[in-house]
């Protein structure tokens, strides 16, 4: 996948993004000290006069024990192999441009150049319906499509699970810890030097370094989005769980949201109810959602079509993500194992949550 490019300085080329200044909220008015050299980490310049640390510096811990690491089976393709050999037929069978055309329409709409940083808000009723796996699907979507910087928030401290399915090997720095040092005077470069490269393009800050402790708290959400969106084209917050507070003001603060909604009976209900929240929030907070239906398993026992016609009575926008057996499997998400049919939803996904953020002001 395309590796983002780092803004340069001086005029802005077009169509690419250029970082605008935002709110700052740092009360120090210093520098903020390089972090120590961490490997698969770029590395940041050290500033003379830098303060020391508030806290101390970070050990990096594994996403995944080694124990448990050692006993990961092979992932499987998304697809079967005899869907997969059915679908090579059909493809030589069949002309293929309308489905190449649609593509490159969806490939320019994500491409589509921002004047300030987009954040793009997911969440859901409950857990364990694929949130996260959304939000990272999202994530290593803009990062195919797009060339400018494009960061995965963990909002969701509750031993979220993003580092692992982003395919992160170990996580240092928090949003919490960041939130401390985070300065107006830092550059691009000195902020990546915090965060977690993913191997395919684009960054990662966990929420936490997977254990038990304090929960993620509104100010701090506050201080690392608002500092954040000045260097990333696109920032996927992947949010705890409704009616977290942090989820909720992560909805109603965000420029687009995705509200992932399990194929049940419960979920869907569930999810009206949310979309009904959502109608009464302030800029245009409804309009600017997007539903993913999730499928748990091969065979769900709610119909696609009566569910989707449900939520669509909100008039918000439903992208069905179908059952995928490389999802299915948890661990690390490798792209080129997904499904043909979930490679899509993907893309349409994040392009309809991206043409709804841009529009917000």
């Given at each position: 996948?395309?590796?983002?490019?780092?803004?340069?300085t001086?005029?802005?080329?077009?169509?690419t993004?250029?970082?605008?200044?935002?709110?700052h909220?740092?009360?120090?008015?210093?520098?903020?000290?390089?972090?120590?050299?961490?490997?698969?980490?770029?590395?940041?310049?050290?500033?003379?006069?830098?303060?020391?640390?508030?806290?101390?510096t970070?050990k990096?811990?594994?996403?995944?024990?080694?124990?448990?690491?050692?006993?990961?089976?092979?992932?499987?393709?998304?697809?079967?192999?005899?869907?997969?050999?059915?679908?090579?037929i059909?493809?030589?069978?069949?002309?293929?441009?309308?489905?190449?055309?649609?593509?490159?329409?969806?490939?320019?709409?994500?491409?589509?150049?921002?004047?300030?940083?987009?954040?793009?808000?997911?969440?859901?009723?409950?857990?364990?319906?694929?949130?996260?796996?959304?939000?990272?699907?999202?994530?290593?979507?803009?990062?195919?499509?797009?060339?400018?910087?494009?960061?995965?928030?963990?909002?969701?401290?509750?031993?979220?699970?993003?580092?692992?399915?982003?395919?992160?090997?170990?996580?240092?720095?928090?949003?919490?810890?960041?939130?401390?040092?985070?300065?107006?005077?830092?550059?691009l470069?000195?902020?990546?030097?915090?965060?977690?490269?993913?191997?395919?393009?684009?960054?990662?800050l966990?929420?936490s370094?997977g254990?038990?402790?304090?929960?993620?708290?509104?100010?701090?959400?506050?201080?690392?989005?608002?500092?954040?969106?000045?260097?990333?084209?696109?920032?996927?917050?992947?949010?705890?769980?409704?009616?977290?507070?942090?989820?909720?003001?992560?909805?109603?603060?965000?420029?687009?949201?995705?509200?992932?909604?399990?194929l049940?009976?419960?979920?869907?209900?569930?999810?009206?109810?949310?979309?009904?929240w959502?109608?009464?929030?302030?800029?245009?907070?409804?309009?600017?959602?997007?539903v993913?239906?999730?499928?748990?398993?091969?065979?769900?026992?709610?119909?696609?079509?009566?569910?989707?016609?449900?939520?669509?009575?909100?008039?918000?926008?439903?992208?069905?993500?179908?059952?995928?057996?490389?999802?299915?499997?948890?661990?690390?998400?490798?792209?080129?194992?997904?499904?043909?049919?979930?490679?899509?939803?993907?893309?349409?996904?994040?392009?309809?949550?991206?043409?709804?953020?841009?529009?917000?002001?």
């Amino acid at each position: 996948m395309t590796q983002p490019r780092l803004p340069e300085t001086g005029p802005t080329a077009p169509g690419t993004y250029a970082p605008v200044p935002d709110q700052h909220l740092n009360t120090q008015g210093q520098p903020a000290p390089a972090p120590p050299e961490q490997s698969a980490t770029p590395a940041v310049r050290h500033r003379p006069g830098s303060p020391t640390l508030p806290f101390p510096t970070p050990k990096s811990v594994p996403t995944i024990d080694p124990r448990l690491a050692l006993a990961l089976g092979r992932p499987l393709h998304g697809d079967s192999v005899v869907r997969r050999t059915g679908k090579s037929i059909r493809r030589l069978a069949s002309s293929t441009s309308q489905e190449v055309a649609e593509e490159t329409r969806i490939g320019r709409e994500l491409q589509q150049p921002v004047t300030t940083g987009r954040v793009i808000a997911v969440t859901s009723i409950r857990g364990g319906v694929g949130k996260t796996t959304v939000a990272a699907l999202l994530a290593r979507t803009f990062n195919h499509y797009r060339h400018d910087p494009v960061l995965a928030l963990e909002a969701d401290a509750a031993l979220g699970t993003l580092p692992v399915r982003m395919g992160a090997e170990s996580v240092r720095w928090s949003c919490a810890e960041l939130a401390q040092i985070l300065t107006p005077s830092m550059q691009l470069t000195d902020v990546t030097g915090y965060l977690v490269p993913v191997s395919d393009g684009g960054w990662l800050l966990p929420a936490s370094q997977g254990r038990v402790g304090a929960l993620l708290d509104i100010p701090t959400y506050r201080r690392v989005t608002l500092a954040l969106r000045r260097y990333f084209a696109v920032t996927v917050v992947d949010c705890e769980t409704l009616p977290g507070e942090v989820a909720r003001t992560a909805m109603d603060t965000a420029h687009a949201r995705v509200v992932v909604a399990p194929l049940t009976a419960e979920g869907v209900g569930g999810t009206r109810v949310v979309l009904d929240w959502l109608a009464q929030l302030p800029h245009a907070a409804l309009a600017s959602t997007v539903v993913a239906l999730t499928s748990g398993t091969p065979d769900p026992n709610l119909d696609l079509k009566t569910a989707t016609a449900h939520l669509r009575e909100t008039g918000t926008t439903i992208v069905h993500l179908p059952y995928d057996r490389h999802l299915a499997a948890g661990g690390p998400i490798r792209t080129e194992l997904l499904g043909s049919a979930t490679r899509r939803a993907a893309t349409q996904l994040a392009a309809e949550a991206l043409q709804w953020a841009v529009q917000v002001r």
